[in-house]
């Protein structure tokens, strides 16, 4: 069945360390999205990309990192410039741009900083 | 600005008893409007779209919501709810030709037996 990956599922992070969250779909699809969820916040846009090799900042883009060298993986960095990267990370794919498609999400990593 | 409100931040209700949950948008352009769905430590879950058409959406799981333009509103209703459909709901809008959705903040809903 198609649809969207992620790993790991809960990931630990000393201060100061790096972390890749990794994003792979099966579904062909063209746009790809990271979002953050913190609790009572829903679901705030980190970095998305509607095509390989292009991406754009979303709302929250500081600290983070991502690439689009293949259509079917967008892996997340989240760097030591992250204050606050304790969070719930949900990856999400569509056919098109998100204003006007249905968006496909993956289980989500959890990001626990020590 | 643009924005989606969903005043109620946790709802609780009996299973068997109907359900409304509130979405309120503000957007400039025509709104593409959606429900989804979370499960506990889960990702999200589309229920029902509404992009143009008949007002009143039918989606997943027996949910249905009603787009009000007059009163910028898509509220999400179910007539009987069962135990399972304890869960976390986000509305969310977006338009033709636009990269990005805005999700409300959601509201969990609890369901007793």
């Known amino acids: 069945d198609g649809g969207i990956t992620q790993s790991p599922k809960y990931l630990f992070r000393k201060e100061g360390q790096n972390v890749t969250l990794s994003c792979e779909q099966n579904?062909?699809?063209?746009?790809m999205y990271w979002y953050r969820q913190d609790p009572g916040q829903g679901l705030r846009l980190i970095y998305y990309?509607?095509?390989?090799?292009?991406?754009q900042k979303g709302d929250i883009a500081e600290g983070y990192s991502v690439s689009r060298e293949k259509k079917e993986s967008f892996p997340l960095t989240v760097t030591s410039a992250q204050k606050n990267p304790t969070a719930f990370y949900l990856c999400?794919?569509?056919?098109?741009?998100?204003?006007?498609?249905?968006?496909?999400f993956g289980a989500g990593s959890r990001l626990t900083v020590l | 600005a643009q924005s989606v409100t969903q005043p109620d931040i946790h709802i609780t209700v009996s299973e068997g008893a109907s359900l409304e949950l509130r979405c309120n948008y503000s957007?400039?352009?025509?709104?593409?409007l959606f429900w989804y769905v979370q499960s506990p430590g889960q990702g999200l879950q589309l229920l029902l779209k509404?992009?143009?058409?008949?007002?009143l959406v039918q989606g997943i799981k027996g949910f249905e919501a009603e787009f009000k333009r007059s009163q910028s509103s898509f509220n999400l209703r179910k007539p009987s709810v069962h135990w399972s459909d304890a869960a976390e709901y986000f509305c969310?809008?977006?338009?033709?030709?636009?990269?990005?959705?805005?999700f409300g903040t959601g509201t969990r809903l609890q369901v007793f037996p």
């Open positions: 509404y992009f143009s058409g008949d007002t």
């Open positions: 999400a794919s569509s056919i098109g741009p998100a204003g006007a498609n249905v968006l496909t």
């Open positions: 990309s509607q095509i390989v090799n292009d991406f």
């Open positions: 579904l062909n699809h063209d746009a």
């Open positions: 957007y400039g352009a025509t709104p593409y």
């Open positions: 969310a809008v977006g338009a033709r030709g636009t990269d990005k959705l805005i």
